[in-house]
């Protein structure tokens, strides 16, 4: 990139952010930096300018690296990071209007960062490139005096369970003492209750609340967690030194301020490609980009948004949403006066000229994670028109052809699966049951089976891993799925997987249901 196309890139910066402030967005300066594809691979791999080094993040980028260097692909467009203040980077190799695409697709995403209230939980919660940066350092010296082996097993240990947090990743954290001790107050408030009956005293259910306190009064965790790194810091008999804590509490801070992202992907991307696609125009329209330039970014728009039958693409349905609701609230097609409407074959052409789509999109950006939009917005009509289906490939038995097909496209079904999707994320829901199990300070967790088992691999290795941050023996209750001669499911096991810091031990329980019932 030669001297005048980066002042052109400097200049327009500065109309990009005029349209973004006259569409209404909130913007800030950003840090655009250019750099070579080898800088924007390792951006990939380590997921900041600087990071903490490990082997994972090497594997990524030598994976990346090679995707790059011999198929021509795996660079990204753009690489934004939610910072103070926000960054990005620019590929030096890429055309000066794919740049310049990506300018304006950056100041949607700032926009999303600074507006949408659960983003702007992330950037109150931490500021990552700078807690990254000092990260660098200290571990560099853990590594060099604790030596490469405890220092990657410490780091191995924590990521192997570092997405397992609570659903509600604002709650504040509760004292485990004085959860106790309220939980405690119930049962004896109930009692007290019961006491009070003149006629009708339970003497067994007052029996019983009295067991459930002393059992509270010895219990660890009260109630079950889902922060597993969390409860590893503060109760591991092993016990953990100084510095593995830190890695382990890093490491938990930057996945939850990822978690705040993922769970806006749909709409942060969706928007942020509205954004980029209206400002693009009027860059057009202002002469500050030529018709042959724009006819390049259309084909990279094209390209960006194009519909995937493998995956959910982002910045399609994302789009596609934004777009859909602008039309449906313009026309009032939504709400009770819509729904009344008694005739409808008349709703396509039902328009009370409301004009209200610009205000709503604005307000989905500003309040809805992905959860509630899907819940909210991706209605049948929604579904089938962004063809928001599962495909499957299937060969052509007389030509040997690889084609796509359709596995399921009922919108009731579709919006269901999306909704467990965006609840879970593909994350299993394990919960610590037991940190004294045995009263013996044994760590028991338990996987809420809903029809998924759990990959046997990374099982096995979770448990060697919480095994390490631990010291004590592990135990797992999980479930497997039985399936009769032909392989279709019939029933479901519990089972409880247990790793001693030797040997693994798995003992099946009884059917817990019938699958055919």
Avoid at 35 to 53: D, G, L, P, Q
Avoid at 427 to 435: A, F, Q, R, S
């Amino acid at each position: 990139m030669n001297r005048l196309q980066i002042e052109r890139l400097n200049e327009i910066e500065q109309d990009i952010k005029r349209i973004a402030d006259e569409m209404g967005l909130t913007t800030t300066e950003v840090e655009f930096e250019i750099v070579s594809s080898r800088k924007m691979i390792e951006s990939m791999a380590y997921r900041f300018t600087t990071n903490f080094s490990h082997w994972s993040f090497g594997r990524d980028y030598d994976k990346q690296k090679t995707i790059y260097e011999h198929l021509g692909a795996g660079i990204p467009y753009e690489t934004v990071w939610n910072s103070i203040p926000p960054r990005a980077y620019l590929v030096e190799t890429n055309p000066v209007i794919l740049n310049i695409l990506v300018m304006a697709h950056v100041y949607g995403h700032v926009d999303f960062n600074l507006e949408n209230k659960y983003m702007r939980s992330a950037s109150d919660y931490m500021d990552l490139a700078r807690e990254a940066r000092n990260a660098e350092k200290r571990f560099k010296a853990y590594e060099r005096k604790y030596g490469l082996e405890e220092y990657e097993q410490t780091i191995d240990s924590a990521f192997s369970v570092c997405w397992h947090l609570p659903p509600d990743l604002l709650e504040e954290q509760e004292d485990e003492d004085l959860l106790r001790n309220r939980l405690i107050e119930i049962k004896q408030e109930r009692i007290k209750g019961i006491q009070k009956r003149e006629f009708h005293q339970d003497k067994s259910e007052i029996e019983t609340l009295k067991n459930e306190i002393e059992e509270l009064r010895q219990k660890t965790p009260p109630l079950p967690v889902y922060d597993i790194l969390r409860y590893i810091l503060n109760n591991s008999p092993k016990p953990l030194a100084e510095w593995q804590k830190d890695i382990i509490t890093t490491i938990r801070e930057q996945t939850k301020f990822f978690e705040f992202q993922k769970r806006c992907k749909l709409l942060n991307e969706g928007w942020a490609t509205y954004v980029h696609l209206y400002i693009m125009r009027r860059l057009y329209e202002e002469g500050l980009i030529s018709a042959r330039e724009h006819m390049e970014f259309s084909r990279y728009h094209a390209k960006v948004t194009q519909p995937s039958r493998k995956t959910l693409n982002w910045y399609n349905v994302g789009l596609k949403l934004y777009e859909d609701l602008v039309y449906r609230w313009d026309r009032g097609l939504h709400g009770k006066e819509f729904r009344e409407s008694k005739d409808p074959s008349k709703w396509t052409a039902f328009d009370n000229k409301n004009g209200k789509g610009l205000e709503k999109i604005f307000e989905v950006r500003k309040n809805y994670t992905d959860r509630m939009a899907i819940e909210e917005f991706f209605d049948d009509d929604f579904i089938r028109d962004a063809e928001v289906y599962l495909w499957n490939e299937q060969m052509d038995p007389r030509t040997g052809e690889i084609k796509q097909i359709i596995a399921e496209d009922n919108p009731t079904k579709i919006k269901r699966m999306l909704k467990s999707f965006f609840s879970l994320y593909g994350t299993p829901v394990i919960t610590i049951e037991d940190g004294n199990y045995h009263d013996n300070r044994e760590l028991f967790l338990k996987h809420e089976f809903i029809g998924q088992e759990l990959n046997p691999v990374l099982e096995s290795g979770a448990l060697e891993n919480l095994h390490y941050l631990w010291g004590k023996p592990i135990h797992l209750e999980t479930a497997e799925i039985i399936r009769d001669g032909s392989g279709q499911p019939k029933g479901v096991r519990k089972l409880v997987h247990s790793y001693d810091g030797k040997s693994h031990n798995i003992k099946k329980k009884e059917d817990l249901a019938s699958l055919e019932r």
